[in-house]
C-alpha cells in the first residue's frame, strides 16, 4: 500500500531533480506529479522516472481548485512537497500578474485543499491524517539584499525588491499562517542560488555555456560584481527529504551552499572548464563576455546561514562548487552532442 505524496512543478528544473531521487529513495511513496508544464516544464527531465511503478505525473495548474481537491481524493494525499512556482526575475518584472497567480493563488489553494482534507477543525487532524506534512520550497530573495558583510537566517526580517520575491514572501506568510491559525503541519526551506544539471536555458549558468558554445556574446548584467551563494541541486534535494521528514512543524530552514560568487567569478569559472572541455578554434571564451545594462531593483548579494540545518538534522552539502559546476558544464556539453 502506497503513502501518495503530491509533489507540485516536479517537472521544473529543481523538481525534476527532486523527483527521481526521492522516487527511487522511497519504494513505498507514490509520488504524484502535478505539473502546468509552461516554458520551465519538461517531461524529458523526468524520462529516469517513465518506468517506476510509484510515480504517476498530472498535468494541471495548482490554482484549479476542483483539481486539487480531485487529486487528494483520488490518491489519498498524505504529504506535499510544493516546488511549483514562477521563479524568474525579469518575467516577473515583465509580467508580474503571473507570478501572483501561481505563487501567491497557487499555495493558497494547495493550503486550503490539504486543511479541509487532513483536519476535522483547527488542530484536530482526521484520524490516521496526524503526520501528515505540507513542505513549502521557497527562496533567499525574500530577504532582501546584503551589504558585503553577513547572512540571511531564519530570523532575518523580510524585505522583497521584486515582485518575484515579494510573491514568495507572500506564499510564506501564507503557509506560516495556516499553521498558527489551523495547526496544519507545514515546514518551509529558503534556499540559495541552484545550480546544476535540467535548469532552464534561460537562467544565469546555462545562459553562460550555452552562449560560449554557440560562441555568441556572454551577456553580464551591470559590472557583474553581484554575489549569489550557490548551492548544487542534488544538495538542495537531500535537504528538502530531511526537512519533510525530520524537521520540526512550523518552522523554517534556510539551505545555501556556502559558496559565494560574483557573477564575473562565475563566467570566468565555466570560460576555464570549456577552455579544457571543449575549446574554441579560435581564442578563448573569455573573449565573448559583453556587460550590459543592469536590471532594476538588481539585489547586491546574499549569503545564506545554514547553521540551523546543519546542527538540527546534520545536513551538509556533499558538493563544493568546484566539483558541482564540473559536473554541470559536463552535463550541457554533453546534452549538445
Not at 505524496?5 to 527532486?18: D, E, H, M, P, R
Not at 489553494?109 to 490539504?114: D, I, P
Not at 488542530?123 to 513542505?135: A, M, T
Not at 535548469?199 to 558554445?213: A, M, V
Amino acid at each position: 500500500m502506497y503513502k501518495s505524496i503530491l509533489v507540485t512543478g516536479g517537472a521544473g528544473f529543481i523538481g525534476s531533480n527532486f523527483v527521481p531521487y526521492f522516487a527511487a529513495k522511497y519504494p513505498e511513496y507514490r509520488i504524484v506529479n502535478l505539473d502546468k508544464l509552461t516554458y520551465a516544464g519538461d517531461l524529458d527531465n523526468l524520462s529516469e522516472c517513465r518506468d517506476f511503478p510509484n510515480y504517476t505525473f498530472v498535468e494541471g495548474d495548482i490554482c484549479d481548485a476542483e483539481l486539487v481537491k480531485n487529486l487528494f481524493d483520488k490518491f489519498d494525499i498524505r504529504g506535499v512537497i510544493h516546488f511549483a512556482a514562477e521563479s524568474h526575475v525579469d518575467n516577473s518584472i515583465k509580467n508580474p500578474r503571473a507570478f501572483i497567480d501561481a505563487n501567491i493563488t497557487g499555495t493558497f489553494t494547495l493550503l486550503e485543499t490539504a486543511r479541509q482534507y487532513w483536519l476535522i477543525e483547527p488542530n484536530k487532524p482526521k484520524k490516521g491524517f496526524e503526520n501528515c506534512r505540507f513542505h513549502h520550497i521557497s527562496t533567499d530573495e525574500v530577504y532582501g539584499t546584503l551589504g558585503a558583510e553577513g547572512y540571511f537566517s531564519e530570523t532575518t526580517p523580510y524585505a522583497p525588491n521584486s515582485p518575484y520575491s515579494a510573491s514568495k514572501g507572500s506564499s510564506d506568510f501564507l503557509v506560516r499562517a495556516y499553521t498558527h491559525t489551523y495547526g496544519l503541519n507545514t515546514t518551509t526551506s529558503n534556499c540559495s542560488n541552484n545550480y546544476g544539471p535540467k535548469q532552464h536555458s534561460e537562467k544565469f549558468i546555462p545562459t553562460i555555456i550555452r552562449k560560449c558554445l554557440d560562441e555568441e556574446p556572454i551577456p553580464v548584467y551591470g559590472k557583474g560584481a553581484n554575489i549569489r551563494d550557490w548551492l548544487y541541486v542534488l544538495d538542495h534535494c537531500k535537504a528538502i527529504d530531511l526537512i519533510f521528514h525530520s524537521g520540526r512543524s512550523g518552522e523554517t530552514y534556510n539551505v545555501g551552499g556556502h559558496n559565494e560568487r560574483t557573477n564575473m567569478q562565475i563566467v570566468h569559472k565555466i570560460c576555464s572548464i570549456l577552455n579544457e572541455l571543449h575549446p574554441r578554434a579560435n581564442g578563448k571564451y573569455e573573449d565573448l563576455i559583453s556587460f550590459v545594462t543592469d536590471r532594476p531593483g538588481h539585489d547586491l548579494r546574499y549569503a545564506i546561514n545554514a547553521d540551523k540545518l546543519t546542527n538540527e538534522l546534520a545536513w551538509h552539502a556533499d558538493e563544493t562548487f568546484d566539483t558541482g559546476i564540473l559536473k554541470t558544464v559536463k552535463w550541457y556539453v554533453e546534452r549538445r552532442r
